[in-house]
T-cell receptor, first 114, second 113 residues
Framework: GESVGLHLPTLSVQEGDNSIINCAYS??????FIWYKQESGKGPQFIID?????DKRQGQRVTVLLNKTVKHLSLQIAATQPGDSAVYFC?????????????FGQGTELSVKP | DGGITQSPKYLFRKEGQNVTLSCEQN?????MYWYRQDPGQGLRLIYY???????QKGDIAEGYSVSREKKESFPLTVTSAQKNPTAFYLC????????????FGDGTRLSIL
């Protein structure tokens, strides 16, 4: 039969506030992580990446934090804007992973209220 | 502009029919990938290719086939053996080497008639 889509976790923030999107990854051997933004009807857009030898990396208005002890990744967006409304995915790559295969999380839907 | 082009944007398949989704990139990337995305879910890997004339199965390859005759092109065929083909199909590419981000096209939405 037809599969039923899962309800995405949703984060709703006020315009101008900071947003924090969280991701728990599965493999302690993963050594590379990426955050993607996906708008409706479009492909995922690369935001920022981080290697496992780092705890923090900053981009333009975004910061990624990596806590390897608890296998947790977060994306912080400063001064959130309506254009930030989208689904955000984290992806991980294992250290023994051939071919650069990525494993994607379910995604979090960010909704920005004006 | 450099990028990844997927076509068509929308595609309809009849029972028993094979359909082919196009993916072309002009980023000079060696590696290319096909993912399937179902509503409210993350991406699942169908096939990937690290170099011309070579490709490997991903996690959900059954009912799909690919070819990689040119560096720029990685077409995906959804065969009649794929019983639940309705999904959003995404193509990606990346540079060769360790820890390279994948860049995506804007997808093809496939539906059953």
């Amino acid at each position: 039969g037809e599969s039923v889509g899962l309800h995405l976790p949703t984060l709703s923030v006020q315009e101008g506030d900071n947003s924090i999107i969280n991701c728990a990854y599965s493999n302690s051997a993963s050594d590379y992580f990426i955050w993607y933004k996906q708008e409706s009807g479009k492909g995922p857009q690369f935001i920022i990446d981080i290697r496992s030898n780092m705890d923090k990396r900053q981009g333009q208005r975004v910061t990624v934090l990596l806590n390897k002890t608890v296998k947790h990744l977060s994306l912080q967006i400063a001064a959130t804007q309506p254009g930030d409304s989208a689904v955000y995915f984290c992806a991980e790559k294992g250290i023994y992973n051939q071919g650069g295969k990525l494993i994607f999380g379910q995604g979090t839907e960010l909704s920005v209220k004006p | 502009d450099g990028g990844i082009t997927q076509s068509p944007k929308y595609l309809f398949r009849k029972e028993g029919q094979n359909v082919t989704l196009s993916c072309e990139q002009n980023l000079n990337h060696d590696a290319m990938y096909w993912y399937r995305q179902d509503p409210g879910q993350g991406l699942r890997l169908i096939y990937y290719s690290q170099i011309v004339n070579d490709f490997q199965k991903g996690d959900i390859a059954e009912g799909y086939s690919v070819s990689r005759e040119k560096k720029e092109s990685f077409p995906l065929t959804v065969t009649s053996a794929q019983k639940n083909p309705t999904a959003f199909y995404l193509c990606a590419s990346s540079r060769q080497g360790v820890n390279q981000p994948q860049h995506f096209g804007d997808g093809t939405r496939l539906s059953i008639l």
